[in-house]
């Protein structure tokens, strides 16, 4: 019959016990919690499975209280970082929260700026909207499918059989809503009271239906600064008509101040006249 003398534990206690030097080790950096069933580890883990390479869970100097679920309730692994609603990211090497971009798990919020250096490529814009336009709400509700408009600005007058780009400014701004530019100059700008187009940048019009300028002969129309006016009918005013030779008209009568041939010069100058 042989005896043994009892080996008191290694360390202190919750320490794990391991082969150290053939005898019993204790390390205050691996220790098990028994009650709260949690396991300690003070330094890296390193997991291998025999291949070629290894995966290493290290331990840096957090900034703050960190959790990794593993699973979480839904069975998938999360990593957690920053506030709520924050998307995290590689700062330096740890997981971070991003205050400038956040969700509330429907909608994406971005109060930083959106930097894309992405070429395009065949069949391959750098950036797509592809849901469907919405239709058929009120003209406070058919939001545009893009839309720019500042914080605290209202729009009520959307067409409701949708839009595709919508810009609304806030009231009192005057600058320009959209500047289309060529290399620095503008060559289309749509300002709150005005378009302007760059010269020498012209307008085609189809050649089969061809193009109406005014829907309604109670749209006003004008040229060259003069008032806007509906579509003249017989019953305007009659332009000054001055005889210039007897009572009858004549070459040099003018109407208007105009002679008949500056009357047909000038619509042909204009192009109304061939």
Not at 168 to 180: R, V, Y
Request: net charge negative.
């Amino acid at each position: 019959m042989s005896f043994y003398q009892p080996i008191a534990p290694a360390g202190s206690n919750t320490q794990i016990q391991y082969n150290k030097n053939g005898g019993f080790g204790g390390d205050a950096d691996l220790t098990w919690d028994d009650t709260g069933k949690e396991l300690g580890v003070g330094g890296d883990i390193n997991l291998d499975d025999g291949g070629t390479y290894t995966t290493t869970l290290q331990i840096v100097t957090p900034t703050a209280d960190r959790t990794i679920s593993f699973p979480d309730a839904t069975g998938t692994v999360a990593l957690v970082a920053g506030s709520n609603g924050q998307l995290t990211y590689n700062s330096s090497g740890a997981q971070a929260g991003l205050s400038t971009l956040t969700t509330d798990g429907t909608d994406v919020t971005l109060t930083g700026r959106f930097i894309s250096s992405l070429n395009g490529a065949a069949s391959e814009p750098p950036g797509t909207f592809t849901g469907t336009w919405f239709t058929g709400g009120t003209s406070t509700t058919t939001k545009p499918q893009l839309l720019i408009e500042p914080t605290g600005t209202t729009s009520t007058a959307w067409s409701t059989s949708g839009t595709g780009l919508g810009v609304n400014a806030a009231s009192g701004f005057s600058g320009l809503l959209a500047d289309l530019q060529l290399n620095g100059t503008s060559e289309w700008a749509f300002g709150t009271t005005a378009l302007t187009v760059g010269d020498a940048n012209d307008i085609a019009v189809g050649t089969t239906t061809g193009t109406k300028i005014g829907t309604a002969t109670s749209q006003k129309l004008a040229f060259w600064d003069k008032t806007p006016v509906v579509q003249p009918t017989t019953g305007i005013s009659e332009a000054a008509f001055v005889a210039s030779s007897g009572g009858s008209i004549h070459p040099t009568s003018t109407f208007g101040g105009y002679t008949l041939a500056q009357i047909a010069q000038a619509l042909i100058d204009v192009g109304i006249l061939a």
